[in-house]
């Protein structure tokens, strides 16, 4: 079953603008993962933030979580056109299993 | 880094060929899997293995089979290529501090079954 929802389905910014998408899930999770896709790659490691952390920063990168709320957000700051991508969370549920979203498309328009 | 290559980024088969795609990682992870990634469903876990001979069922093995002899390479195989088997398939590896954290994926082959 998918648990990881990202949010938006697609996103469209200018570059230089802050680029936000989310992730809901439905069960207790042991940590939360997101990954970068360029059109046709495979994917990328970002950054894991675990279940008892709240924020975790790379970069121009940050991520939340909210355990009570049972979401995550990603946040990119200041995008570049090298930013355009699929972005997908990924959860480990409390079963060790790997459970991806369908991902947010991000276009950052020059 | 870590490198995960994929032997094919383009691959178009018959319906009932066999089909066989490689991958081999460069970093002794013991860790390594397969999915299928088509729009709108995200990945979806195929077969994993974290040894070598040692092979488990994903979410949707059927119609597929594995094989790891060498802990380097994971191959996965198609016995009766069907059409609802065209996809974009995707190898990852992880190192075995936690299976399933930060996983390498190779760049993908895309299957066309015709």
């Known amino acids: 079953s998918q648990q990881g929802e990202e949010d938006p389905q697609a996103l469209s910014i200018q570059e230089g603008e802050n680029a936000t998408m989310n992730c809901s899930y439905k069960?207790?999770?042991?940590?939360l993962q997101w990954y970068r896709q360029n059109s046709g790659r495979g994917l990328v490691h970002l950054i894991l933030i675990r279940s008892n952390e709240r924020e975790k920063h790379s970069g121009r990168l940050r991520v939340t979580l909210d355990t009570s709320k049972k979401s995550s957000s990603l946040l990119i700051t200041a995008s570049r056109a090298a930013d355009t991508a699929s972005y997908f969370c990924a959860t480990e549920d409390s079963n060790y299993q790997l459970i991806w979203g369908a991902g947010t498309k991000l276009i950052i328009k020059p | 880094d870590v490198k995960v290559t994929q032997s094919s980024r383009y691959l178009v088969k018959r319906t009932g060929e066999k089909v066989f795609l490689e991958c081999v990682q460069d970093?002794?992870?013991?860790?390594m899997f397969w999915y299928r990634q088509d729009p709108g469903l995200g990945l979806r876990l195929i077969y994993f293995s974290y040894d070598v001979k040692m092979k488990e069922k994903g979410d949707i093995p059927e119609g597929y089979s594995v094989s790891r002899e060498k802990k380097e390479r994971f191959s996965l195989i198609l016995e009766s290529a069907s059409t609802n088997q065209t996809s974009m398939y995707l190898c990852?590896?992880?190192?075995?501090?936690?299976?399933?954290?930060?996983?390498?994926f190779g760049s993908g082959t895309q299957l066309s079954v015709l």
């Open positions: 990852a590896s992880s190192s075995p501090g936690g299976p399933n954290e930060k996983l390498f």
């Open positions: 069960t207790s999770i042991n940590n």
């Open positions: 970093m002794d992870h013991e860790n």
